[in-house]
């Protein structure tokens, strides 16, 4: 499903944030990214989500090379892809609700599918009853939540988290957890860059771990690990 084929990205200061990295993963794995600050990780996501153009090398996603399509194909891309922010990124004048229908709105949905598509999505992440309430009266990992509804209402093939518990407890970090899990089990892919070692160590997916922009470490069922 995803392809990095040597790829390096130079940004125009001179840093090589991604050196020569080849990596595939498959359609409905769970990966999880670790690295050090700096190591690459925020780099390579921007890159999949076509924010970032590499400087070499190849990127290949569901059988298109990113560096080719036009840029009036940029948004059909991004439609596949879910988001999910550590800052939420929520709008904080419009409801839980509109917060999640705006995902739909941006891709041209008609009123009627908005209406029957994001009642399913907020019952999915538990917050149908909190529709109609602002962001500022939720809490983080309900603000989190419906961070989730609106990255998963377009029924994207990929979510790219990142560090989706950085704001959270440990508590409200595992229910989040557990509900991407339970999105994964459903046939999505995600790739979650994260510092969380308790949550990667126990989880024991797999682990792609980053270092100066290089793979240093890729494991099926991994862990943490010393160099991140």
Same mark, same amino acid.
């Given at each position: 499903?995803? &392809?990095?084929? @040597?790829?390096?990205?130079?940004?125009?200061?001179?840093?090589?944030?991604?050196?020569? %990295?080849?990596? #595939?993963?498959?359609? *409905?794995?769970?990966?999880?990214?670790?690295?050090?600050?700096g190591a690459g990780k925020s780099t390579l996501t921007k890159l999949l989500y076509r924010e970032e153009i590499p400087s070499r090398g190849q990127i290949i996603f569901n059988g298109k090379s990113l560096a080719r399509i036009r840029p009036r194909e940029v948004p059909y891309l991004r439609r596949k892809i879910g988001m999910v922010f550590q800052d939420f990124r929520l709008f904080?004048?419009?409801?839980?609700?509109?917060?999640?229908?705006?995902?739909?709105? /941006?891709?041209?949905?008609?009123? =009627?599918?908005?209406?029957?598509?994001?009642?399913?999505? +907020?019952? +999915? %992440? *538990?917050?149908?009853?909190? !529709? $109609?309430?602002?962001?500022?009266?939720?809490?983080? *990992?309900? &603000? &989190?939540?419906?961070?989730?509804? #609106? !990255?998963?209402? @377009?029924?994207?093939?990929?979510?790219? !988290? $990142?560090?989706?518990?950085?704001?959270?407890?440990?508590?409200?970090?595992?229910?989040?957890?557990? +509900? +991407?899990?339970?999105?994964? #089990?459903?046939?999505?892919?995600?790739?979650?860059?994260?510092?969380?070692? $308790?949550?990667?160590?126990?989880?024991?997916?797999?682990?792609?771990?980053?270092?100066?922009? =290089?793979? /240093? =470490? $890729?494991?099926? =069922? *991994?862990?943490?690990?010393?160099? !991140?």
């Amino acid at each position: 499903m995803i &392809q990095f084929n @040597n790829v390096t990205k130079i940004y125009a200061n001179g840093i090589k944030a991604i050196n020569d %990295v080849t990596l #595939r993963i498959r359609k *409905g794995e769970f990966v999880f990214l670790v690295g050090p600050s700096g190591a690459g990780k925020s780099t390579l996501t921007k890159l999949l989500y076509r924010e970032e153009i590499p400087s070499r090398g190849q990127i290949i996603f569901n059988g298109k090379s990113l560096a080719r399509i036009r840029p009036r194909e940029v948004p059909y891309l991004r439609r596949k892809i879910g988001m999910v922010f550590q800052d939420f990124r929520l709008f904080p004048q419009k409801t839980v609700f509109e917060n999640v229908s705006f995902a739909l709105e /941006v891709t041209g949905a008609s009123n =009627r599918e908005i209406r029957k598509v994001v009642p399913v999505v +907020l019952n +999915l %992440v *538990g917050l149908i009853e909190k !529709a $109609d309430s602002f962001p500022d009266y939720l809490s983080g *990992g309900e &603000q &989190q939540r419906v961070c989730i509804a #609106r !990255a998963i209402v @377009n029924n994207p093939v990929l979510i790219i !988290a $990142d560090e989706p518990t950085g704001n959270l407890d440990p508590d409200t970090s595992w229910d989040l957890m557990n +509900l +991407l899990l339970d999105i994964n #089990r459903r046939g999505t892919t995600i790739i979650m860059a994260t510092h969380a070692w $308790d949550i990667v160590d126990a989880m024991k997916k797999r682990v792609v771990a980053l270092k100066d922009g =290089r793979v /240093v =470490r $890729d494991e099926m =069922r *991994g862990v943490y690990g010393h160099e !991140a």
